[in-house]
């Protein structure tokens, strides 16, 4: 994994954004995984800027989203595809059908998450995978554990990433306590990945510099990635 260190978040933002488009140019059906959460919310909007000077077409794009909360519904304002439309998906021209996020409503949560994998098969796996990391080093709702975890499915969140959260939310209470995630061996079969963190993580990114490779820091798998960067805001 390359740390590239960078002063603030603009220019984290700009780099992230400029390495997406590169991928939407040089391969305009690309495959993308999408995160949420602050930190990439930069990206995506130099993105939508990118799409109204007529740099960037979405128009044969495929994204895949990470993650959305068990029990909260598209029509939620706290949930990850309301997010996604609100920073990005509403403002460029990619078709609806051609974006996935996994259904926090599913009423069979294991076929939801064993379809989603069927998906991204169909779609020939993920061209690039944007990331996030959380501070206990989680990657997805991918959570720290005995092992890692391959594929999607439904997760207990933790208490740390419920806390780290809860600013979304009224109060900690509301936020769900279980998503569904793709798992590790699905964000490492992505061919390129671009991992996004802000000051507030430099904890994790200084455990991140070791070569420890632990499922209870999930993030470290990435180290056995072969084309993956990260970029760390040092004033965020």
């Known amino acids: 994994m390359n740390i590239i260190n960078v002063k603030n978040y603009q220019t984290l933002s700009e780099i992230a954004a400029a390495v997406i488009a590169a991928q939407i140019i040089k391969k305009p059906d690309s495959v993308l995984g999408l995160a949420t959460g602050s930190t990439p919310e930069g990206t995506y909007k130099n993105l939508v800027e990118m799409y109204r000077d007529g740099i960037l077409d979405f128009s044969k ?27 990005l998906f509403s403002y ?60 999607t499915r439904q997760v207990n969140l933790t208490e740390s990433t419920i806390e780290a959260n809860k600013r979304f939310f009224a109060s900690a209470e509301e936020v769900p306590k279980t998503a569904i995630s793709v798992g590790i061996k699905t964000i490492m079969s992505a061919r390129e990945i671009l991992v996004l963190a802000g000051q507030d993580k430099a904890e994790i990114v200084e455990k991140l510099k070791s070569n420890i490779c632990s499922p209870r820091i999930p993030a470290s798998i990435l180290h056995y990635h072969p084309n993956c960067t990260m970029i760390f805001a040092e004033n965020a």
């Not at 990470?66 to 309301?82: A, S, T």
């Not at 974006?99 to 076929?111: E, F, L, R, S, W």
């Open 61 to 87: 794009i495929t994204t895949f989203n990470l993650d959305e909360y068990c029990g909260l519904g598209k029509e939620d304002p706290n949930g990850y595809f309301y997010f996604m439309m609100d920073k």
């Open 92 to 151: 460029v021209n990619i078709p609806r059908e051609n974006i996935n996020v996994p259904d926090g409503t599913a009423k069979d949560v294991d076929y939801e998450c064993a379809e989603y994998e069927r998906k991204i098969r169909r779609a020939n796996g993920i061209d690039l995978q944007l990331l996030g990391v959380g501070r206990n080093g989680h990657i997805g709702f991918c959570e720290p554990d005995d092992v890692f975890y391959n594929e």
